[in-house]
């Protein structure tokens, strides 16, 4: 599959791939309203990404559940990682739950590193909430 820049006609295949990674998922408005590029591998997954002096901001990477490993969030961060190149960017920031490894293996090798935290940003029913980390990468180097 191949990582596209999505339009306004895709709004709500794009809001049926976050209502499928997170609970709860947002909607085709919410997304609209973000003003940021989207990226769409159709079917499996998502990432949204904005741009503003300098500094790009990975809004949201969703994967299907069930397409989680198969290389669709390396994908997508690829092509976030070029689309705020584009559009000027230097460094790229992003925020990742700490309970989730998957996702810290896949930002470490990029090039991501810890800058910050967010105590107990993530809510977890029944289980309090989960620190954010705070990630950035420059955008002038390779990992």
């Not at 309203?33 to 990477?61: H, M, Q």
């Not at 070029?82 to 460094?91: D, K, L, M, Y």
């Amino acid at each position: 599959m191949t990582v596209r820049r999505a339009g306004p006609s895709d709004l709500d295949a794009l809001a049926a791939l976050h209502a499928a990674a997170f609970r709860p998922g947002w909607s085709a408005a919410d997304i609209a309203a973000l003003d940021a590029v989207a990226l769409i591998e159709d079917g499996a997954g998502l990432i949204l990404v904005r741009t503003i002096a300098g500094e790009a901001e990975i809004l949201t990477v969703g994967v299907r559940p069930d397409l989680r490993g198969a290389g669709v969030g390396r994908r997508l961060l690829e092509a976030a990682l070029e689309a705020a190149r584009a559009e000027g960017a230097e460094s790229v920031f992003l925020e990742v739950a700490e309970d989730n490894p998957d996702a810290r293996r896949l930002y470490a090798g990029r090039g991501f590193e810890e800058v910050g935290r967010r105590p107990a940003y993530y809510p977890r029913p029944g289980a309090g909430a989960v620190d954010a980390l705070v990630l950035r990468r420059a955008l002038n180097t390779t990992p």
